[in-house]
């Protein structure tokens, strides 16, 4: 069977998750990945045939969304010949990770689709949400990219069809420990405005991951350290807690991992401010911004909240199984796929 993948390229966390499952969807077939985005900073291997700009959001480093440079940025008629042009009637199956363009594709020709990723959860109404929902932005989570089928994930199995979260290997099989430092992930922040905040923190260490430096450095008890997969994994294995956005795999390892969590989502991004409300019940805390009053907020976290670890009630592999059974037109035995339509049938 040939696979066509989907990522959406802005951030980090898709590709991730799209380095985790690739080696589980090739047991069913090759695997093609269309990478839509350019707003990341994670080295990746993954099996790259199509690359576009795609629909990237944008953020003014003050922890918001760059309306206006998100904006400029979208090429209408640049992404509709591109949804007329992407091959995918060449492929068996279409899994869609949140891209825009493959969803416009998949409408324009016909041809079924799975909406697979945290972002296709949203299609439920029990996926919690903030008590001040927003019409618009509610609108984009559930139309940006859409399929035939959804399978989802979150932090709980919400609805039906909705799985726990994919979980690095490296992560899954880590002993955590606690070597006593806050590991800190806000991209959404310049350097200079995180260093003005958690300097006046004087208990604790940071390591500080940042995409604005190549080498290591300190300042006071603050590591700032280049964006490296293998350097952050050890960073949160062994912290005591970790200050991020309101993203999904991040704070999925950390939940999973048992540690201390403190989100301050990205402002103009809904589906943060979901997450956010969602983490509550994992004993995270949440707060609406860096600003003054962060001394008494760290104060509070590391005093008195103490997290709720998740656990997993599926493997990645028997979640991309269950994508595996969403496909049209196929079926499964004894591990092995056996296509009940040709390509061509299908495409039509």
Not at 54 to 61: H, K, N, T, V
Not at 99 to 127: D, N, R
Not at 168 to 190: E, F, M, Q
Request: aromatic share 10%; glycine share 4%; charged share 20%.
């Amino acid at each position: 069977m040939k696979i066509f993948y989907a990522v959406q390229a802005t951030g980090n966390g898709h590709i991730s998750r799209a380095s985790e499952i690739i080696p589980f969807l090739k047991k069913y077939g090759t695997v093609d990945v269309f990478l839509s985005g350019n707003n990341h900073s994670l080295k990746n291997d993954l099996p790259v045939a199509y690359k576009s700009k795609g629909l990237s959001l944008y953020y003014d480093r003050e922890g918001s969304v760059d309306l206006w440079k998100t904006l400029k940025s979208i090429q209408i008629k640049k992404i509709w010949n591109e949804a007329k042009h992407l091959p995918i009637e060449k492929y068996d199956l279409i899994i869609n990770d949140f891209e825009c363009i493959t969803s416009l594709s998949c409408k324009l020709k016909k041809i079924p689709s799975i909406h697979f990723g945290h972002q296709a959860s949203f299609v439920s109404s029990k996926v919690p949400r903030p008590n001040k929902r927003e019409v618009t932005s509610e609108w984009v989570l559930k139309n940006y990219a859409s399929g035939t089928q959804n399978v989802g994930l979150h932090f709980k199995s919400y609805d039906q069809n909705i799985f726990p979260p994919i979980i690095k290997s490296s992560i899954i099989s880590a002993s955590p420990s606690n070597n006593g430092h806050i590991t800190v992930y806000l991209n959404h922040y310049r350097d200079e405005i995180l260093i003005k905040y958690l300097s006046q923190i004087k208990d604790y260490n940071f390591e500080v991951f940042s995409k604005d430096v190549q080498s290591s450095s300190v300042i006071g008890k603050i590591k700032i350290l280049p964006i490296n997969q293998e350097m952050f994994n050890q960073s949160l294995i062994n912290c005591h807690g970790i200050i991020t956005g309101a993203g999904f795999e991040t704070p999925s390892e950390a939940l999973y991992l048992g540690k201390k969590i403190m989100v301050i989502p990205l402002k103009g991004q809904y589906e943060q401010q979901c997450n956010a409300k969602a983490l509550e019940e994992f004993n995270a805390m949440s707060v609406p911004k860096l600003d003054d009053d962060f001394p008494k907020h760290f104060k509070k976290w590391i005093e008195q909240f103490e997290p709720i670890k998740l656990t997993l009630s599926h493997s990645t592999e028997e979640i991309i199984r269950a994508v595996i059974h969403k496909a049209p037109s196929y079926s499964i035995s004894s591990g092995t796929i056996t296509s009940t339509l040709s390509p061509l049938e299908i495409a039509i």
